[in-house]
């Protein structure tokens, strides 16, 4: 189910009895079940188990009263096909909605209810941009750096919002005292954005850096394997569905895009396969962990 018709279901009025909402957005998911709730003129209710239904059900409170119950990753729903058969019946008059955090796609669950279930994938930037200016004004600068510094993730951006809200003092003051949080950089990521961009000269003054704070060169190599698959299958992708073609995230494709084109494909096929022969090579200890790095360094700058 799209989220479209999840909308459309709110300004008809005309709700399914059964929802089941997936995704790492888990604010908007909010947002939603509260308006299903407001619009539907029904108490939202949190609960353990659709078993907490049952002892309602006879009672004088269930028939006068109904509800939004919501529920999360329940096992006797996903796993219980007697309850799946009689849920209608269970749920009533109510409208229960179903969180799962991570849905199984090879179970018969999944692909009996797949219809029904709804993803929320995280906000893409220039949409989480326009959530973040209707809650406060903030210039298109300030705006990206929130959206940074919350790693794209709305409900973090919500806290921060809210901050700037109870202070007499601006984002920018907020953000230079500490109060607004700034993950630090990591040097390892700066180093393989530098690798990623053939940036000779930062590539090697990064390489220091990440020696000099102990990262551990396994680390580093996963870190360049991991991000330069990423490019890859941006880059090579004829999709106009690049999530749904690569299996990426959001955040990922927007991260793997910065880096697009700089190197040729044949390149970043070599620098994975450098990746994977380092790996095997400090597993059974035919190189010294030491040299790998550099020895994929000298071939691929």
């Known amino acids: 189910m799209e989220i479209t018709e999840i909308k459309s279901h709110i300004r008809d009025t005309s709700f399914n009895k059964f929802y089941i909402f997936s995704g790492p957005e888990w604010k908007v998911q909010r947002l939603y079940i509260e308006q299903i709730a407001k619009v539907s003129g029904k108490e939202l209710r949190y609960i353990d188990s659709i078993?907490?239904?049952?002892?309602?059900?006879g009672s004088k409170m269930f028939i006068q009263k109904s509800y939004v119950y919501v529920v999360r990753d329940d096992k006797e729903i996903t796993q219980n096909e007697k309850i799946q058969e009689q849920i209608d019946s269970i749920i009533g008059n109510n409208i229960l909605i179903l969180l799962l955090t991570a849905p199984d796609k090879r179970t018969k669950f999944y692909k009996a209810y797949k219809d029904t279930i709804v993803e929320f994938e995280a906000l893409k930037p220039v949409v989480l941009k326009k959530y973040i200016q209707?809650?406060?004004?903030?210039?298109?600068?300030?705006?990206?750096k929130?959206?940074?510094?919350?790693?794209?993730?709305?409900?973090?951006?919500?806290?921060?919002?809210?901050?700037?809200?109870?202070?007499?003092?601006?984002?920018?003051?907020?953000?230079?005292?500490?109060?607004?949080?700034?993950?630090?950089?990591?040097?390892?990521?700066?180093?393989?954005?530098?690798?990623?961009?053939?940036?000779?000269?930062?590539?090697?003054?990064l390489y220091q850096q990440c020696l000099a704070v102990g990262e551990?060169?396994?680390?580093?190599?996963?870190?360049?394997?991991?991000?330069?698959?990423?490019?890859?299958?941006?880059?090579?992708?004829?999709?106009?569905?690049?999530?749904?073609?690569?299996?990426?995230?959001?955040?990922?494709?927007?991260?793997?895009?910065?880096?697009?084109?700089?190197?040729?494909?044949?390149?970043?096929?070599?620098?994975?396969?450098?990746?994977?022969?380092?790996?095997q090579a400090i597993v059974t200890g035919t190189i010294e962990e030491e040299y790998v790095m550099e020895n994929i360094l000298t071939r691929i700058m």
């Not at 078993?51 to 059900?57: M, Q, R, S």
């Not at 870190?223 to 990423?230: D, E, F, R, S």
């Not at 793997?256 to 494909?265: E, P, S, V």
């Open 146 to 205: 929130l959206m940074e510094v919350c790693e794209y993730d709305y409900g973090r951006c919500l806290l921060e919002i809210d901050k700037i809200k109870r202070s007499d003092k601006s984002f920018e003051q907020l953000l230079q005292s500490g109060v607004i949080y700034q993950p630090p950089k990591d040097a390892i990521f700066d180093f393989v954005d530098a690798i990623l961009d053939v940036e000779v000269n930062k590539t090697f003054d």
């Open 216 to 279: 551990a060169v396994m680390v580093m190599i996963t870190v360049l394997y991991n991000n330069t698959k990423a490019v890859l299958q941006v880059q090579s992708c004829k999709s106009n569905d690049v999530s749904k073609a690569t299996g990426l995230t959001s955040w990922q494709i927007m991260n793997a895009k910065k880096h697009l084109n700089k190197r040729r494909i044949g390149e970043l096929l070599d620098i994975i396969e450098l990746c994977q022969e380092a790996q």
């Open 134 to 144: 209707k809650e406060i004004n903030l210039s298109d600068k300030s705006c990206d």
């Open 51 to 57: 078993t907490d239904i049952y002892g309602k059900k």
